[in-house]
């Protein structure tokens, strides 16, 4: 939680952030209604407190070549804190894996794989996922189309 709490000002600035991290904050301050000092500022406690961790770029994965996404149920065959960790480790060291969440329900963890193609998800799969130790079962589900992608959070609950 951010040391202070979040008001009408500071949902703005995150809104106006999550639709162009690229404005300035003279932009930013006319589009909220604040001048830019206060923004500055705000903006500044948004950063130091976590709500906002970082600015990047959104490359499409189509055009850079990676034209596979595949999302990877992953069962661990001993449920322990040590399993978990090591599987996470693995994890988070494979470029190809983009995002990543522990789940309940039939799988364990959830990964979102990025590729250019079948062949080199086959060899990360056989080379790498399928060699953990701790891995009792693997489904793969390739998507076929992306329906949305890199949404907004949604922040009217703060309000």
Do not use: W
């Amino acid at each position: 939680m951010p040391k202070q709490p979040i008001d009408a000002a500071d949902l703005r600035i995150l809104g106006e952030l999550q639709r162009d991290g690229r404005l300035t904050n003279v932009e930013l301050a006319d589009r909220i209604a604040l001048s830019p000092s206060p923004c500055l500022r705000r903006v500044k406690r948004l950063e130091d407190d976590g709500v906002v961790r970082g600015y990047r770029a959104v490359i499409d994965r189509k055009r850079v070549g990676l034209d596979l996404t595949v999302f990877v149920e992953i069962r661990v065959s001993k449920h322990s804190r040590d399993n978990a960790a090591e599987l996470q480790r693995a994890l988070e060291a494979m470029p190809e894996v983009v995002a990543c969440h522990m789940v309940s329900g039939v799988a364990d963890f959830l990964a979102e794989i990025v590729v250019p193609g079948l062949a080199d998800y086959e060899r990360l799969l056989t080379d790498h996922l399928l060699t953990l130790p701790m891995v009792e079962d693997i489904r793969s589900n390739v998507a076929l189309r992306t329906i949305k992608t890199d949404g907004a959070l949604p922040l009217a609950h703060l309000a």
